[in-house]
């Protein structure tokens, strides 16, 4: 099954090492065949203080502020093991970290991918926001191919035997200014935005993560009936 858990705001650290060890049991589990209708899966829904974060294979000029000036916008930096280039966590981001067999739902990355995108765009849709998917690039936009084209959900994975890692930041009451220091996810020419920006009013997190369980999109293996429930 499948665990909702609140971490609440959490150190980006402190929240990637429960990320692997939640991986490990999983794999573990995963290794026993006997256990696997029993694996206990997870979504990790978090916040984090300020942090900028570089895939694998990301670009370090993309972060515009030098190394060791970050400490003094109060943020940390972390290289770390995903996919992807740079991007920023903060307060008022809501945070998911699905970790999850996608062997056992007969999926690959790309279907994976896709229906972290649709989720999101369903929970922004209760919000009267319209948005969609960029070709070519990860994550969930608005108004994607017009000159005033900008991201509100950043998406990077890690999959290691069929189980994922990392996952989604969508920004719900995020401090904007803080991507200024950095070129978010190696883009050069594209905004950012927030649903606080595109509504011009505060929202709840909680709420979110309410509207988000209710509205993710259905596995297509009959013993499960949703992505994130």
Not at 17 to 45: A, G, H, M, R, S
Not at 215 to 229: A, R, Y
Request: aromatic letters at 10%.
């Amino acid at each position: 099954m499948i665990v909702f858990e609140d971490l609440g705001l959490i150190d980006y650290k402190k929240a990637w090492d429960y990320q692997k060890k939640v991986f490990n049991e999983v794999l573990e589990c995963k290794k026993n065949p006997i256990n696997t209708q029993n694996i206990n899966q997870k979504v990790l829904l978090c916040e984090h203080p300020h942090v900028y974060t570089l895939g694998k294979n990301g670009n370090l000029s993309n972060l515009l502020i030098d190394l060791n000036l970050i400490k003094n916008i109060n943020a940390e930096f972390y290289h770390i093991d995903r996919g992807g280039d740079i991007t920023y966590h903060g307060p008022g981001q809501l945070v998911g970290y699905p970790i999850i067999d996608l062997e056992f739902f007969n999926i690959g990355i790309k279907k994976y991918i896709y229906l972290l995108e649709e989720s999101i765009i369903n929970t922004l849709k209760h919000f009267n926001i319209n948005a969609e998917r960029y070709k070519g690039a990860t994550g969930v936009w608005l108004d994607p191919y017009t000159s005033n084209a900008r991201k509100i959900c950043a998406i990077g994975v890690k999959v290691s035997n069929f189980i994922t890692m990392h996952g989604f930041a969508l920004n719900v009451n995020t401090d904007l200014n803080y991507f200024k220091y950095i070129n978010p996810c190696g883009f050069t020419d594209k905004g950012v935005t927030s649903v606080e920006k595109e509504l011009n009013t505060k929202i709840n997190i909680k709420e979110v993560i309410n509207i988000l369980k209710k509205n993710s999109v259905k596995f297509s293996k009959p013993c499960i009936k949703k992505i994130l429930n």
